[in-house]
């Protein structure tokens, strides 16, 4: 039996698996300990909570315990690691290179510190989605003190070539940050194969709990200094002031070791699923898939459906499935996505796209019923437009 709607949109966010909520709720109860209290029972075991969660968020991705920082998540995550390299390195420079299709966390920090004097290189992608790692050799200058470049890109998908982009940070002796959070979890990563220097993600994206995430700070070859953006009781190495969400970290140490247990597995599942329905898609006249289909996570497919407005075909679905156009932290504005405008669509196929992200609970049966609504639902919006005509 289909449970309706059926989720797509686990880019924006997915479920919380059980198993990590079955893992948190003692520690809103008779484990409410605070984790910085250091003179009794109820602190050493909210601490120790803490302690293992760091070694298994720290284990997913190949780094030491002490290189995680906690957060309030993602977003929290890249504006610490920009900002505070930034201010951490203005006596060497200003000067941050970035891509057009990163996250609004990323692209709007960096405008943010464009205000107070710093410069922004902005690289454009190729109409795959790529970066052209000439133009981003090119743009470093001797006042360049960061590159940030996404690991996977929420809209699209597209895996950037990591390693790449982390020799020639290397080779210039720039720092490597990476938002991480569609990557992590998802697609095996380790940011000392990957070259990382700094890495933020995010619980909520990985079956874990909203509300939390972390940033991965390099501790040696080289020490990575950072300078805290939050001030006050000097948690988290001094790094990020504030009472640690100790439930909160507990169900995000669960999540990654479920992930890193149920990556091999549910990438080979998700990846069935979203061919099927990609294959079933691009089967209609003028759909196609948007970016690089081979650098690219297993789980998302962006489509362009031509001739038809993805809010209209969203509405006449919305009742039976949950996709979406676009990042859910852009999709209240009725602008086109600035992630499909940069490589290169018109704004009117950029609105004529939406994105499937496929998660940990669909089901094959969830694919086919959604391979007939939407084709149903692209002819019928079709031909009322031939009508009109
Ligand atoms: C979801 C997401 C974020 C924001 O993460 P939060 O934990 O919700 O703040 C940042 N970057 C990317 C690429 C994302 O997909």
């Given at each position: 039996m289909?449970?309706?709607p059926?989720y797509?949109d686990?880019?924006?966010t997915?479920a919380?698996d ?16 605070n984790?910085a209290?250091?003179?009794h029972f109820?602190?050493?075991e ?7 969660a760091?070694e ?7 780094a030491?315990?002490?290189e ?6 993602a ?13 951490a ?5 200003d000067h941050?290179i ?5 996250h609004k ?9 464009e205000k107070?004097?710093a410069?922004?290189t902005?690289?454009?992608v190729?109409s ?5 790692l000439?133009e981003l050799?090119s ?8 590159i ?7 809209e699209t998908g597209i895996?950037q070539?990591?390693k790449?982009i982390?020799?020639?940070a290397?080779?210039r002796g720039?720092?490597f940050f990476?938002?991480?959070t569609?990557a992590?979890?998802k697609?095996p ?7 990382i220097?700094?890495?933020a ?13 972390a940033?991965y700070?390099r501790?040696?070859n080289?020490?990575v ?8 009781g ?6 990020r ?9 507990v ?5 990654c070791e ?6 091999k597995?549910?990438s ?8 099927k329905?990609e ?5 209609i006249d ?5 970016g690089n289909?081979v ?8 489509v362009l459906?031509?001739?038809v407005s993805?809010?209209?075909l ?9 996709v979406?156009?676009g990042?859910a932290?852009?999709?209240?504005l ?5 992630v499909l405008?940069a490589?290169g ?7 004529s796209?939406?994105?499937?992200a ?7 049966e969830?694919?086919d019923f ?5 084709k149903?639902a ?6 009322m437009?031939?009508q009109?005509?």
């Amino acid at each position: 039996m289909l449970k309706f709607p059926v989720y797509l949109d686990n880019n924006a966010t997915t479920a919380c698996d059980p198993r990590v909520v079955e893992a948190m709720l003692p520690y809103f109860t008779e484990r409410f300990g605070n984790a910085a209290s250091h003179n009794h029972f109820f602190g050493w075991e909210a601490e120790e909570a803490v302690d293992h969660a760091r070694e298994q968020v720290a284990g997913l991705i190949g780094a030491e315990s002490k290189e995680i920082i906690f957060t309030s998540g993602a977003t929290e995550a890249d504006n610490l690691a920009i900002k505070g390299i930034v201010e951490a390195y203005a006596s060497k420079g200003d000067h941050i290179i970035t891509v057009s299709t990163e996250h609004k966390a990323v692209l709007d920090t960096c405008k943010h510190l464009e205000k107070s004097g710093a410069t922004v290189t902005y690289l454009s992608v190729k109409s795959d989605g790529l970066i052209d790692l000439d133009e981003l050799e090119s743009s470093i200058q001797a006042n360049t003190v960061l590159i940030a470049v996404m690991y996977a890109n929420n809209e699209t998908g597209i895996i950037q070539p990591i390693k790449q982009i982390s020799d020639i940070a290397r080779r210039r002796g720039i720092l490597f940050f990476t938002d991480a959070t569609q990557a992590v979890g998802k697609i095996p990563v380790n940011v000392n194969e990957d070259g990382i220097d700094v890495m933020a993600f995010s619980a909520h994206k990985i079956y874990g709990p909203k509300g939390v995430g972390a940033l991965y700070v390099r501790r040696k070859n080289p020490r990575v200094k950072i300078i805290a953006q939050m001030d006050g009781g000097g948690h988290e190495k001094g790094m990020r002031s504030g009472t640690l969400n100790v439930p909160g970290i507990v169900g995000f140490g669960k999540a990654c070791e479920l992930s890193a247990h149920e990556m091999k597995n549910g990438s080979i599942q998700a990846d069935t699923l979203r061919d099927k329905l990609e294959d079933a898609l691009t089967g209609i006249d003028d759909v196609f898939v948007n970016g690089n289909t081979v650098h690219r996570l297993p789980h998302v497919s962006n489509v362009l459906f031509r001739y038809v407005s993805a809010n209209s075909l969203m509405m006449r679905i919305n009742k039976e499935i949950a996709v979406s156009s676009g990042s859910a932290c852009t999709s209240a504005l009725p602008e086109p996505s600035h992630v499909l405008r940069a490589m290169g669509l018109s704004d009117e196929d950029a609105q004529s796209s939406l994105r499937f992200a496929i998660g940990r609970f669909n089901t094959d049966e969830e694919i086919d019923f959604t391979i007939q609504k939407i084709k149903e639902a692209v002819m019928h919006l079709r031909e009322m437009q031939a009508q009109v005509k």
